[in-house]
């Protein structure tokens, strides 16, 4: 269905699933990925017999955010190519929010940076033991952009400062407390246990969960768009900075970097 294979879409009676797999860099995320996400969603709308759509990665990771490599290979000096960047991602975490079915996380494994940010732009989050949840980027001299706004919009300002200026990576009982994580399964049943919520979410009117979902964006809607946006502008921002090339280069020598 896709023209890259590290995305896959299947589909299960009423329930869509969306596969990261690129399991070898732990579902980094790549520009063909995201531009293949917003396809799959996109595909799994049309198909009408869909009524909600699982998100998760293959093997021990769900995914560990941007591919650092395609990042350091970028021009450092390209701004208009990290405005862009930023924006295709603000735009496919709106898409997201305003997707009309409802998306379930089934997080089975690490959710980092971008990935993090996927978990918490999906309506109903399920996880492994093994979920930890993070936003490091300020460790490597970049920014959580629109993962911030939506963290924010999550669990409150208070929590979300916490993660966000420390820049730490919490395991899934603190992620589960804070509210990010509404569920931990076993490990060999993430998915089956976000299948089973999609199956009783297809037990329900159609009309009636879409415009449930409408509802719980709409009244804040403007504001967390404008929100997304603001991310977006940050994170591009802060891959032009010095911090950012050192920050990606010590993360791809494996060594602290040296502000």
Not at 49 to 57: A, E
Request: aromatic letters at 4%.
């Amino acid at each position: 269905m896709l023209p890259h294979a590290t995305i896959r879409v299947r589909v299960d009676g009423a329930v869509g699933t969306i596969l990261l797999d690129r399991d070898n860099r732990r579902n980094a995320l790549t520009r063909a990925m995201i531009a293949d996400l917003r396809q799959a969603l996109g595909d799994l709308h049309l198909e009408q017999r869909v009524r909600s759509v699982i998100l998760t990665g293959v093997g021990s990771a769900f995914c560990a955010g941007r591919d650092v490599q395609e990042l350091a290979a970028s021009d450092e000096t390209d701004a208009q190519r990290f405005g862009e960047e930023a924006e295709q991602f603000r735009d496919l975490l709106a898409g997201m929010l305003e997707f009309p079915k409802p998306l379930i996380a089934a997080v089975n494994g690490p959710a980092l940076a971008s990935g993090a940010a996927l978990v918490l732009a999906c309506d109903v989050t399920i996880a492994s033991p093994t979920a930890t949840f993070g936003l490091p980027e300020p460790r490597w001299g970049l920014v959580a952009g629109p993962g911030a706004a939506l963290l924010a919009f999550r669990i409150g300002a208070g929590p979300a400062g916490k993660l966000l200026l420390v820049g730490e990576t919490i395991p899934v009982a603190e992620a589960h407390r804070l509210g990010i994580y509404h569920e931990v399964t076993p490990v060999d049943s993430t998915w089956a246990r976000a299948k089973a919520l999609g199956d009783q979410i297809a037990a329900c009117a159609p009309q009636a969960v879409q415009l449930a979902k409408r509802q719980l964006y709409e009244t804040i809607g403007e504001q967390l768009s404008t929100q997304l946006t603001s991310g977006a502008i940050a994170s591009a921002t802060a891959r032009t900075t010095d911090a950012a090339r050192e920050g990606l280069a010590a993360f791809l020598e494996k060594r602290p970097p040296v502000w």
